[in-house]
């Protein structure tokens, strides 16, 4: 599968900043992920209409020429992949060379992303690890606490996680795991640029996004699942 990206060099998103952000083709989200068509923030309002555009390859350019991209950024820079879509794979899959090459392009940057696959088994795991490991950080998405308590368990990645709409304060997981509400949901004056905190891949800290966007409800059902 050759993946279409869109590379936007400073987002005008309100919550990232003024970031370089990266929006690849729909094909990448996981069949597995609960939030598929059924509450993802990214398939509403203005981005929702440039996700379908990536993905109809009527915007943005082929995965090698993105990549380029992103190797060109300045070293040390912030930038987040994917404020929409997920790793490179059809579907539930990793594309373990795309992925690679990925991580290849953010050396010596501060890339970091999010992701939903399903990690099917132990070459999944250790793709993630290996890419945290090499300064590409991936933060696993939990559907729920539990969830979460799950995904950390695994120790191959920091973890972030959907919360009911109207959390806005720090809480625990089942397992007393603690859970730091995202600064730019609750305040203004915070964004991805100013926090960077999703980029560290050795934090304790579990980062809870309360659900969002036009169907914020199906993903706070989601979020309140045992």
């Not at 380029?68 to 490179?88: A, F, M, V, Y």
């Not at 132990?122 to 995904?151: P, Y």
């Not at 960077?196 to 800290?205: D, P």
Request: aromatic share 6%.
């Amino acid at each position: 599968m050759v993946y279409q990206i869109a590379f936007t060099r400073v987002s005008r998103n309100a919550k990232t900043g003024p970031i370089p952000v990266t929006t690849t083709s729909a094909e990448t989200c996981p069949d597995a992920c609960p939030l598929k068509k059924n509450g993802c923030y990214a398939d509403n309002g203005p981005l929702g209409l440039f996700w379908r555009k990536v993905t109809e390859r009527k915007a943005g350019m082929a995965w090698q020429a993105a990549l380029n991209e992103i190797t060109k950024l300045p070293k040390g820079t912030l930038w987040r992949h994917n404020q929409s879509g997920d790793l490179p794979g059809d579907g539930d899959a990793i594309s373990f060379t795309a992925l690679d090459q990925l991580v290849g392009a953010n050396k010596g940057k501060r890339g970091f992303t999010y992701t939903h696959k399903p990690l099917r088994d132990m070459a999944d795991q250790l793709a993630i690890l290996a890419s945290n490991k090499a300064g590409f950080t991936i933060n696993l998405s939990a559907n729920n606490l539990a969830h979460a308590d799950r995904l950390a368990a695994l120790q191959i990645a920091p973890v972030v996680v959907v919360l009911p709409a109207d959390q806005k304060t720090a809480t625990k997981t089942p397992e007393g795991r603690a859970v730091a509400i995202c600064p730019a949901t609750i305040s203004d004056d915070i964004d991805c640029a100013r926090c960077g905190l999703c980029a560290v891949a050795n934090r304790k800290a579990i980062i809870g996004f309360p659900a969002h966007g036009a169907a914020k409800r199906k993903a706070e059902k989601i979020a309140l699942a045992a």
